[in-house]
């Protein structure tokens, strides 16, 4: 941020609401936060007296507001800004670190669209003693301090690597060190955008640098913005709406009551979106109530209508796209990042819309197809024709082929109603009813939160509690807080839940309309309340950066946006810190390494899991399945106590295929001829005759239609050949030809193929070779 945007920030929070704190440092994310490192402190307000400070840390100017603090002695520190009147502002247990890491990785991005590749430009710099601009992430060079220490640690040894988080490459720099920078070659990826910057354990003075996690992928666009054209917004005194993209979190757009804002790098820049004028009415530019972000575009739901804004124009969806023309209540988009999973057979959904009684999916080019309705789901549910069903709310879950549904039923409707959930399976186009009901009053509205899991659990809210769903729907209950019985309103001022934020590592962000914040992680039933850190009548929303990291969004009545780092660590272990509360166990290790694997047909994959905790507590480690029932499992637990610790290990062999299982490969190619008629299976009224792609596919060959044929599949991944497959698979013609067999006199070839089935349901590249 700017030093005019910060006062600009500072300005707009000390006129309205009630006084905070806070505190900041010059390293990215509060990634160091040591005795080394010289922390900000600000106080927002018109009471402030003076800082109280523990004697181990010394103030720059006590009495000043906005000063700077430092630590000599590590540790827990308490800070206080002591003000006058009869109210005292809350305490801060920060905790301070004696860690040895000092420096950070800086790096800028060069891109090269004529051969799609990427050259990161890398440099290590002190945050301590940096240039305004590399601390503001906007310097084109390293400055004279940076050149400086990036030679001197280059002469120790030190070259820093990329490291990608999914396909696990490493790309290292192509030249010699030029003007105290590295130069590292990558490609453009879509599907590979989680990078860390790692170098060699070199120490200077005494000092290391830290790993540096990032997202880089293709370079992204945002809407640019048009002379003529109108704010779109959402109504008059709204919270924000925002949506993302689910494998590039710095993707954004956000729905305030003034303007729609896009960003692609977590809004360090950012463009207006705005919609030609003589298309929608005044009032239904300022009537959002839904966006999703998808390739095609920036979807807005305005009065029961779908709209479209892309590069091309601006367009209303309905009958023409197989959708409906008005009454859609919803739409969402994929929350959770599956790059490489694919469907056997078909595309993955990339977006859900509904009405009362429909459920639609949508897919890329503006494809959208209805999958059910509510007089089927009765017939599926065996639910009375006599009662009420209809479609509450609709979510993606952590699963990436599930869809779920929460359905309102009722018979009366006047004064209760169930809340059921149904989720649908889009490889196998199958409804399970899940073993969840919850009885609500009829103006209830509950908006679900799938956690990162590959069990179907969720937290749901309404506007004063959350609900949650662990260990596939066995455990259900009200997330508690220490008073009040978990109503987080009472907690609040009698504010209203206004949003949820659920990152990868399990965290939960609950916000309020008026700012104030509860933090509770995955799997846990009791929540706390975190410090004030935002002014309430600041517009305000949760969000990733693109280090993977939390911050906030400050939206302003001038049309403009503020990030601002909020460092969530810290805040939470500052508020355990007065409850004496401690982590059960000491350590947790696992082997597993991938997000998923595959496995064929005779594959084995071994995981273990550590855990150390102390004696007597009590711990253990569960690893629950979900799915077909088609592995076969085996598990050894391992235990060992020393000193007062328990080691328990657990080791556990998952077979891909239980005996008796039968698994085919389906393997899709085009039997290659000159032109000809084909007899089909599905044996339509006319044969189909097919020409020949000369240039796709080469030269035709010709078989002995009598003779037998076998060809040898031969299986590939990422890094090349893998394996010739052995076990069954079953050959089909791309338009389902029936009528001949293959020929083994046939001169050898080779063909690029997708092979399909394994016990997952997921495919890999492969090589069919013909002999």
Request: with cysteine; charged share 20%.
């Amino acid at each position: 941020m700017s030093a005019q945007g910060v006062a600009v920030l500072l300005s707009w929070l000390s006129c309205c609401g009630s006084a905070v704190w806070r505190y900041s440092t010059n390293s990215p994310n509060y990634h160091i936060f040591s005795t080394r490192s010289t922390i900000k402190l600000e106080y927002e307000g018109t009471l402030f007296s003076e800082w109280s400070v523990p004697a181990t840390c010394s103030v720059k100017n006590k009495s000043s507001p906005k000063t700077e603090l430092r630590c000599s002695s590590p540790g827990v520190q308490t800070i206080r800004p002591i003000v006058t009147g009869p109210d005292s502002e809350e305490e801060r247990n920060l905790s301070v670190d004696s860690s040895h890491i000092c420096f950070l990785w800086y790096y800028k991005v060069i891109n090269f669209f004529h051969n799609l590749t990427q050259v990161v430009v890398i440099w290590i710099y002190d945050p301590e003693n940096a240039d305004p601009s590399e601390l503001l992430w906007n310097a084109n060079e390293p400055s004279l301090n940076s050149i400086i220490l990036t030679k001197q640690l280059a002469t120790l040894g030190q070259k820093p690597g990329i490291y990608t988080t999914l396909r696990r490459r490493i790309y290292l720099p192509y030249d010699k060190m030029k003007n105290g920078t590295w130069h590292i070659l990558i490609p453009m990826t879509t599907d590979d955008v989680l990078k860390e910057i790692k170098g060699n354990q070199v120490a200077f003075q005494d000092c290391f640098i830290a790993d540096f996690l990032f997202l880089l992928t293709f370079p992204l666009l945002t809407i640019p913005e048009i002379p003529g054209f109108l704010p779109i917004s959402s109504p008059h005194g709204s919270q924000l709406i925002a949506a993302w993209a689910d494998c590039v979190p710095s993707s954004v757009v956000v729905v305030a009551d003034m303007e729609t804002f896009q960003t692609n790098d977590s809004f360090r820049t950012w463009t207006r979106i705005r919609v030609p004028p003589n298309i929608l009415t005044e009032d239904e530019r300022h009537s959002v109530s839904d966006v999703s972000l998808s390739q095609d575009g920036i979807f807005f739901l305005i009065n029961g209508i779908l709209y479209i804004k892309s590069f091309t124009g601006f367009k209303r969806l309905g009958i023409s796209e197989n959708l409906p023309d008005s009454g859609i209540i919803g739409i969402t988009t994929r929350k959770w990042c599956w790059v490489k999973y694919l469907l056997k057979a078909k595309r993955r959904s990339s977006m859900a819309i509904w009405t009362e009684n429909e459920v639609y999916l949508g897919y890329t080019f503006l494809k959208f197809v209805k999958i059910i309705t509510t007089e089927k789901l009765k017939n599926l549910l065996n639910i009375s024709s006599a009662a009420t069903l209809t479609i509450h709310n609709v979510e993606y879950p952590g699963h990436p082929l599930e869809l779920a549904l929460l359905l309102n039923y009722c018979t009366a409707c006047n004064i209760n109603k169930t809340i059921y959930v149904v989720i649908y399976n889009e490889d196998t186009e199958q409804w399970v009813y899940q073993d969840f009901a919850l009885d609500v009053s009829t103006d209830s509205f509950l908006t679900p939160h799938f956690i990162y899991a590959a069990l179907p659990d969720l937290i749901l809210r309404d506007k004063h509690r959350i609900y949650y769903c662990y260990h596939n729907f066995t455990e259900t209950g009200v997330l508690q807080t220490p008073t009040e019985f978990g109503n987080l309103s009472r907690l609040s001022h009698n504010s209203i839940i206004h949003d949820i934020f659920i990152d990868y590592y399990g965290n939960v962000v609950v916000k309020m309309e008026n700012n104030i914040m509860f933090y509770f992680k995955i799997n846990i039933r009791a929540a706390i309340k975190l410090h004030l850190w935002t002014n309430s009548t600041m517009k305000s929303l949760i969000l990733l950066s693109s280090s993977a990291q939390i911050y906030l969004i400050y939206v302003f009545e001038n049309g403009t946006v503020q990030p601002r780092e909020y460092p969530l660590k810290l805040e939470s272990q500052s508020v355990h810190f007065t409850t004496k509360e401690k982590c059960p166990y000491m350590a947790f290790h696992n082997n597993i390494l991938s997000v998923f694997y595959f496995l064929d047909k005779g594959q084995n994959l071994s995981i273990w899991a550590q855990i150390v905790y102390p004696e007597n507590v009590g711990l253990y480690i569960v690893v629950e399945s979900y799915g077909p029932n088609i592995l076969q499992e085996k598990e050894q637990v391992h235990y060992e106590i020393a000193l007062g610790y328990c080691t328990k290990t657990m080791c556990r062999v998952e077979n891909s295929v239980k005996e008796g299982t039968e698994i085919h490969h389906r393997v899709t190619f085009t039997k290659i001829a000159n032109t000809y008629t084909s007899y089909l299976r599905n044996q339509p009224s006319k044969n189909l005759r097919v020409k020949y792609n000369w240039k796709k596919y080469g030269c035709p060959l010709r078989l002995d239609f009598g003779e037998k044929f076998h060809p040898l599949v031969q299986l590939y991944n990422d890094n090349g050949y893998v394996e010739d497959v052995e076990v069954n698979f079953i050959v089909w013609e791309i338009h389902g030809r029936k009528d001949y067999s293959f020929n083994n006199t046939m001169k050898k070839c080779t063909l690029c193929l997708i092979i399909y089935g394994s016990a997952f349901g997921s495919h890999t590249f492969v090589m069919l070779v013909l002999h």
